[in-house]
């Protein structure tokens, strides 16, 4: 049975603490699911928090703390002393542990990590500060199973129930030779149907070992975990020494959090605001995008106010502003949506840009003529095939350029270093709004002065 | 070293194929890590793609097959007969043998089963097959290593070592009483360091197992992974009787599909098309959205239309046509965008509609104050105050609008069981544009009529 928080849970569980009934959570809360407990905590204030934590044992304290949301989790972590905090970054995993440093200032973390017990583990963590978190090196873990090529299975048995005691999850045994490079991968699989006797050097497979480098970056990561099905993948060094491990589930939240990127990006949030956030904070993580999209319709203005003109003797031109700036948008963000996912997925045929701009100039160019016969014949009815006339060229030529431009912009952001996920946001469908404009008014003016 | 597939390497291959060089393939391809292969064999055509993938063993036949595109893995398998085809599914986990199967006509499904030697495979397939293949059911394997609650570690061992055959990835073995009902999870490093003597009954997890049933969707065992840390759940029928399991794996690609739909609705593209489709398959796949978003421009040139008067009089009034549409889209998406990622969590909270409406209203009240008195001085400025009264109130009532909208129409979609996504999409951007012309020219109407 799966547990589910609800609100009179919650209240009952409130009486509990404040009454102390250490009994009753035992037995009510400390016996579920680590993860249901952290959902349970995420609702409870800092010193509620603090008597269920602590009723728990270390190894689970450290589960529950790395589920906890991570705004529940900052604060409840500040409110502990600096001996509290080293003592339960000691309990997480060496990434969950850096992760959690990493945010601080620079003397909280000397602090902290000068009262950290244990020495190793202190380490362990400086040395992954050292990395950039988009990378591998900012991703790995140090706990991991290694054996040694010339150890006999019963050698391997004894040394890794050892190493089990800081590994929480086991999938593979990474194989190295006397200088710890990286030469191979065991099965637990085929290391519990072995022969006692033999050695890991007949058991493991050396054969197309997969690896990343500290440096590759995250994406590349979650790229190669994705094509060769990996559940966790060796991180090695420069020399090919065996520095650390990813698993599955980390890249999985990267996965996650760059999907969400992407489509905040698309749709013009800017920060990733818990939807319990306060109404200021949720106005103020929409407002960049709205200033842009407002200063487009100011900019928008000033164009059709230099056409003023047209629109006194021809009022019917202002009928289709709405038509050519929507079509300008789709066409842009669908353009540029296509860019964006292809460099998402580490698409490398993109470096040759040409290619890729002739087709979007080519769908563009069909599409355009398509639409823009269709619109000509509305419009003509609607007004007269003068009108039609304008609207219609004026919708080609601002399909063909959304188009060009919707791919080229996504390209460039990228060559630059932005995100390119940037462009299909208000971005490019303002660029498009303002320039479609000036192209229909221009149009306009062309065909009736003439 | 990771594989890098090159135009240089794939020339030299088809010569050697050409030449039926077959040492050659062997030393060169076939080493190869088998997602490498299945990468190679993407850009042959099937008769160079049978000589290779038949020379390689049936094993790595299987993960090769999972791994190749869809298009050229349908393409491959239609050219083989009917027993060949047979052949290769029986190679195949269970569920990506009933994936493939399900996509086939009922005659062509019966026919391949027909042609399947090993009875207990064809039997597992098409228990598969009666699941939706959005559902646990639909996702799950029938490959799995089970272990009973009584038997010692030796015998597990050896019973464990038969499973092993079929179950490819091993992280959990799943403990059944003696009516297969599912009753705990052993860990294999449990397994691996237990005296040969300790029974399954003394090592195994009983506490807070966490399993799905077959009719459990698919969002549901992607949120019960996500949030449970696990690597494989397994699944259970009303009785909860044991009857497979979900990898990581497959919901990971599950997730990244639900990403990719999401953003491609946002984005105004239907389907899936790989960027590599001929220039009319992509046009074909974005046609949908841009006639929405034309129809839309059409209303709304009928909208402004109505107020031909207006204009004649009042040509400024044009002006803002592309701010007000602009501003209600861009406040509309944003709404919508957050009611969707929030469903695609599973938040359950949503069924109160009424707070969210709330907040999102207290958001567009506070974001619309605040843009509408910056528009005030703007468009004053830029003609006269009595403009800036009109475009000023009209932004404050479009954004209230369309924020409240924005939420509304997500919700009501999800409710009548439509993709919520769709919402985000031109949808809402046309359907606010013309509201918002309608409120725009209304108001502009009311105050210079008076």
Known sequence: MRFELTKEFLEVLRQKIASEDIPWIRENVLELHYADVAEIIDKLNNDEAKLVYFLVDEDTQADILMELEEEVRDRFLASLSTKEFADQLENLDSDDAADILGDLPNEKIQEVISHMEDDEAAEDIVDLLNYDEDTAGGLMQKEFFQ??????????????????????????????????????????????????????????????????????????????????????????????????????????????????????????????????????????????????????????????????????????????????????????????????????????????????????????????LLLSSLIFGIASFFENSELGLVVSLSLFTVILFAAIFGTLFPLILNKYKVDPALAIGPFVTTLNDVIGLFIYFSIGLLIYGA
């Open 147 to 368: 054996a040694h090529l010339d150890w006999p299975v019963n050698r391997a048995l004894i040394e890794l129930r050892k190493q089990a005691e800081d590994v929480e999850k086991v999938y593979n045994i990474f194989v190295v030779d006397e200088d710890t490079r990286l030469v191979g991968v065991l099965s637990l699989k085929r290391l519990l149907f072995a022969n006692t006797s033999t050695k890991v050097a007949d058991l493991f497979q050396s054969k197309n070992i997969i690896s990343v480098k500290t440096s590759d970056s995250a994406e590349e990561v979650s790229n190669v975990m994705e094509k060769y099905d990996l559940v966790s993948v060796p991180v090695v060094d420069y020399q090919n020494k065996l520095v650390g491990r990813i698993t599955l589930d980390d890249v999985v939240d990267y996965i996650k959090e760059e999907a969400d990127k992407d489509f905040q990006m698309a749709t013009g949030i800017t920060d990733n605001v818990d939807s319990n956030a306060s109404i200021l904070r949720i106005s103020r993580s929409r407002l960049p995008w709205l200033i842009i999209a407002m200063a487009g319709g100011i900019v928008g203005a000033k164009v059709i106010s230099n056409f003023e003109d047209s629109i006194t003797e021809i009022p019917a031109m202002a009928f289709f502003i709405p038509l050519i700036t929507a079509m300008g948008g789709n066409v842009g963000v669908q353009s540029s949506a296509i860019v964006v996912q292809s460099l998402a997925r580490g698409d490398k045929d993109l470096g040759r840009i040409l290619p890729k701009l002739l087709r979007e100039a080519k769908v563009g160019l069909l599409n355009g």
